[in-house]
């Protein structure tokens, strides 16, 4: 019993730190039962995508979601572009990027393990230039030397 209340509060946890990597909605915990077993299990669920995910961090998913809109990056080519087929593509960077921080020991399945600047502040923020914005620009008195 000991271990399905450790299991439990693990859940709980993530569903606090978490979001679905398909849509970004917040996670709860379900009791899911299963056609083979007469047994319900608790189990991490979007109820925004109606299915059991087991998610990514919140920064992880908004970086995600803009590198996906900003590049148009497609893994899935073989399927039309669709709101379906973003979200996948979404959550195929969302795991890229996860397995890369866990990978340089930043992340764990309780969080991450340093501080993380909040990802509003990381995305979203662009600057267009004109060709002419980036000439070098000559100083009053470089011109007068000339």
Not at 34 to 44: C, G, L, Q
Not at 102 to 131: E, M, Y
Request: charged letters at 30%; one cysteine or more; hydrophobic letters at 30%.
């Amino acid at each position: 019993m000991k271990q399905n209340s450790d299991r439990i509060q693990s859940l709980k946890g993530r569903c606090r730190h978490c979001v679905c990597k398909y849509c970004g909605s917040p996670l709860i915990l379900k009791k899911i039962s299963f056609a083979s077993s007469p047994d319900t299990r608790v189990e991490i669920f979007c109820s925004s995508c109606d299915k059991i995910e087991y998610g990514v961090e919140k920064e992880i998913y908004k970086i995600a979601k803009f590198y996906v809109e900003e590049t148009g990056f497609n893994h899935y080519k073989e399927f039309d572009i669709s709101l379906q087929s973003v979200r996948m593509n979404i959550a195929k960077v969302a795991q890229i990027i996860t397995w890369a921080s866990k990978s340089l020991g930043i992340l764990s399945d309780t969080g991450f393990s340093v501080s993380v600047k909040n990802a509003d502040d990381l995305v979203g923020s662009c600057k267009k230039f004109k060709d002419q914005d980036l000439l070098p620009t000559v100083k009053k008195d470089e011109k007068n030397e000339q």
